[in-house]
């Protein structure tokens, strides 16, 4: 009894925290956290659609809204005796048995056939070049040939055009003092080859300069060992370096393929200077572009336009399907 009275009254059981006290989650609070939690995600997320929303707007009004109505065009035909109806596809048959069509397109791919390799052989040389030196030559050498590119293509062809001029260009000129007699660089048999040093003029630093950051990106141990074993510079360059930047080198022949089909600025340009022989059929875009504001023809204009389309589409697809083990590209 004695050692109860000394242990005094029993202890009571803590009572229960009141709600909403710290450290003690409740229902609400947990709402509350969350619904927090979800107004940033949304806030987020609209900020996100907030800054996509001018791209947007400006792709579906500029690229997609124009390619949709043109496609609706070339399925329409439009004639002072029948009047403007649907046709479906009778645009697209007619633009694949147009001969204008077919000449042009022929007439762009002996020109690729010629123009593609010579410029990026040149390109290919200078990227080796300027990557094997590394004093300052290398950056004017460098700068030199990107120069160009940096030009507007209608100004590089105004250009071009005043220096293959027949009656006041200085080529001519030249070619008078050194007793060469008149070289008509603007005529049928040297047409395809003013067009194409034009090309090769502007594009070559451009695809060197690619080239060349391919193969900065190479390790240089493997220089070292191919060294060792007793490899020269054009052994090295041959076995090694171009082998190794093959999928930089396939992606620049694509470029160029897509827009040696879409060749336009340079004919187009010249076509003053030389109508005699450059038609309004010279190439499929030059042929599309007379079509449309020349003869009024919008409807079978833009059938040729996505006719072209096409084929740079799956041409593009065919070259890396080709090519797809060698360069690397899946």
Same mark, same amino acid.
């Given at each position: 009894m004695?050692?109860?009275?000394?242990?005094?009254?029993?202890?009571?059981?803590?009572?229960?925290? !009141?709600?909403?006290?710290?450290?003690?989650?409740?229902?609400?609070?947990?709402?509350?956290?969350?619904?927090?939690?979800?107004?940033?995600?949304?806030?987020?997320?609209?900020?996100?659609?907030?800054?996509?929303?001018?791209?947007?707007?400006?792709?579906?009004?500029?690229?997609?809204?124009?390619?949709?109505?043109?496609?609706?065009?070339?399925?329409?035909?439009?004639?002072?005796?029948?009047?403007?109806?649907?046709?479906?596809?009778?645009?697209?048959?007619?633009t694949?048995?147009?001969?204008?069509?077919?000449?042009?397109?022929?007439?762009v791919?002996?020109?690729?056939?010629?123009?593609? !390799?010579?410029?990026?052989?040149?390109?290919?040389?200078?990227?080796?070049?300027?990557?094997?030196?590394?004093?300052?030559?290398?950056?004017?050498?460098?700068?030199?040939?990107?120069?160009?590119?940096?030009? !507007?293509?209608v100004?590089?062809?105004?250009?071009?055009?005043?220096?293959?001029?027949?009656?006041?260009?200085?080529?001519?000129?030249?070619?008078?003092?050194?007793?060469?007699?008149?070289?008509?660089?603007?005529g049928?048999?040297?047409?395809?080859?003013?067009?194409?040093?034009?090309?090769?003029?502007?594009?070559?630093?451009?695809?060197m300069?690619?080239?060349?950051a391919?193969?900065?990106?190479?390790?240089?141990?493997?220089?070292?060992?191919?060294?060792?074993?007793?490899?020269?510079?054009?052994?090295?360059?041959?076995?090694?370096?171009? !082998?190794?930047?093959?999928?930089?080198?396939?992606?620049?022949?694509?470029?160029?393929?897509?827009?040696?089909?879409?060749?336009?600025?340079?004919?187009?340009v010249?076509?003053?200077t030389?109508?005699?022989?450059?038609?309004?059929?010279?190439?499929?875009?030059?042929?599309?572009?007379?079509?449309?504001?020349?003869?009024?023809?919008?409807?079978?204009?833009?059938?040729?336009?996505?006719?072209?389309?096409?084929?740079?589409?799956?041409?593009?697809?065919l070259?890396?399907?080709?090519?797809?083990?060698?360069?690397?590209?899946?």
């Amino acid at each position: 009894m004695s050692l109860l009275r000394q242990q005094g009254p029993a202890l009571a059981p803590p009572s229960p925290a !009141p709600a909403g006290a710290i450290g003690v989650p409740t229902a609400g609070g947990r709402k509350g956290r969350r619904s927090r939690g979800l107004s940033a995600r949304t806030r987020h997320r609209g900020m996100g659609l907030l800054l996509v929303a001018p791209f947007t707007l400006l792709f579906l009004a500029f690229l997609v809204a124009p390619l949709a109505y043109a496609f609706w065009l070339s399925l329409r035909t439009s004639t002072l005796v029948g009047g403007d109806h649907f046709s479906w596809f009778a645009n697209y048959k007619q633009t694949f048995t147009d001969p204008h069509f077919l000449s042009g397109v022929r007439r762009v791919a002996v020109f690729g056939l010629v123009q593609i !390799p010579l410029m990026l052989g040149l390109a290919l040389l200078g990227a080796l070049i300027i990557d094997e030196v590394t004093s300052r030559l290398a950056k004017v050498f460098r700068m030199t040939l990107f120069m160009p590119y940096a030009v !507007p293509a209608v100004i590089g062809a105004l250009m071009w055009g005043f220096l293959y001029s027949p009656t006041f260009g200085p080529v001519n000129s030249l070619s008078h003092a050194l007793g060469m007699g008149k070289v008509d660089l603007l005529g049928h048999s040297l047409m395809l080859t003013s067009l194409g040093n034009i090309v090769t003029w502007q594009w070559t630093g451009y695809n060197m300069i690619v080239l060349y950051a391919a193969l900065q990106g190479l390790p240089r141990e493997v220089y070292e060992a191919a060294k060792l074993d007793g490899a020269g510079q054009i052994q090295t360059a041959l076995r090694i370096k171009i !082998p190794m930047v093959s999928s930089a080198i396939v992606l620049t022949l694509m470029f160029t393929i897509i827009g040696t089909l879409q060749f336009f600025t340079e004919p187009r340009v010249l076509e003053p200077t030389a109508s005699s022989v450059i038609s309004p059929d010279y190439t499929p875009n030059l042929y599309a572009y007379n079509l449309a504001f020349q003869y009024s023809e919008f409807n079978y204009s833009a059938a040729i336009s996505f006719s072209l389309g096409a084929v740079v589409f799956i041409g593009s697809y065919l070259f890396l399907f080709a090519t797809r083990k060698r360069s690397g590209l899946k």
